[in-house]
T-cell receptor, first 113, second 113 residues
Framework: AQSVTQLGSHVSVSEGALVLLRCNYS??????LFWYVQYPNQGLQLLLK??????LVKGINGFEAEFKKSETSFHLTKPSAHMSDAAEYFC???????????FGTGTRLKVLA | DGGITQSPKYLFRKEGQNVTLSCEQN?????MYWYRQDPGQGLRLIYY???????QKGDIAEGYSVSREKKESFPLTVTSAQTNPTAFYLC????????????FGPGTRLLVL
């Protein structure tokens, strides 16, 4: 069965520091992978997605993620954290052969001044 | 502007009462989805619909019902059989197709009086 694991339910970084949010997936076939961001009491907004092709995917707000098949990972990074990045981040994978997503349990990012 | 609207933003349910959450989209998407979000559990799929007049149960459909009479609308009813309805409910939509991105509405928070 496919699954998504996000390591660390809470991550704190200083403003200006590197942001690294971890996501590992299990899938028997090449996956479709997504990162979403959620601000308090709002819906989810797409940050970036991987389907096929280039393994380094650039998204909005300076975020990027790298698909590593050998490690079954799709970690999200941003070189320099900004206070406005404080939010909850969700990794998701599409169940092969369906339109259904599986979401990770989320990582809440806190940015310290 | 195209998008997904959910109403109301907050909804209060009394014991034994059925309540209906509205979801409307003007993105011309065929597929629509309902998720439930609880703290620390990510998003769980309640129901989804790929075309008008057709829908399927997700992972936690018990105590919920839906209809899909129009392409633009996918209302969710939380019935009295749902004994723990307090949660944040998110509606999403997408084009039909492998790897399509789901776009989310702003959510409805349901509270029990």
């Amino acid at each position: 069965a496919q699954s998504v694991t996000q390591l660390g339910s809470h991550v704190s970084v200083s403003e200006g520091a590197l942001v690294l949010l971890r996501c590992n997936y299990s899938s028997s076939v090449p996956p479709y992978l997504f990162w979403y961001v959620q601000y308090p009491n709002q819906g989810l907004q797409l940050l970036l997605k991987y389907t096929t092709g280039a393994t380094l995917v650039k998204g909005i707000n300076g975020f990027e993620a790298e698909f590593k098949k050998s490690e079954t990972s799709f970690h999200l990074t941003k070189p320099s954290a900004h206070m406005s990045d404080a939010a909850e981040y969700f990794c998701a994978v599409i169940i092969s052969g369906t339109y259904k997503y599986i979401f990770g349990t989320g990582t809440r990012l806190k940015v310290l001044a | 502007d195209g998008g997904i609207t959910q109403s109301p933003k907050y909804l209060f349910r009394k014991e034994g009462q059925n309540v209906t959450l509205s979801c409307e989209q003007n993105l011309n998407h065929d597929a629509m989805y309902w998720y439930r979000q609880d703290p620390g559990q990510g998003l769980r799929l309640i129901y989804y619909s790929q075309i008008v007049n057709d829908f399927q149960k997700g992972d936690i459909a018990e105590g919920y019902s839906v209809s899909r009479e129009k392409k633009e609308s996918f209302p969710l009813t939380v019935t009295s059989a749902q004994t723990n309805p307090t949660a944040f409910y998110l509606c999403a939509s997408s084009y039909r197709g492998v790897g399509e991105t789901q776009y989310f509405g702003p959510g409805t928070r349901l509270l029990v009086l």
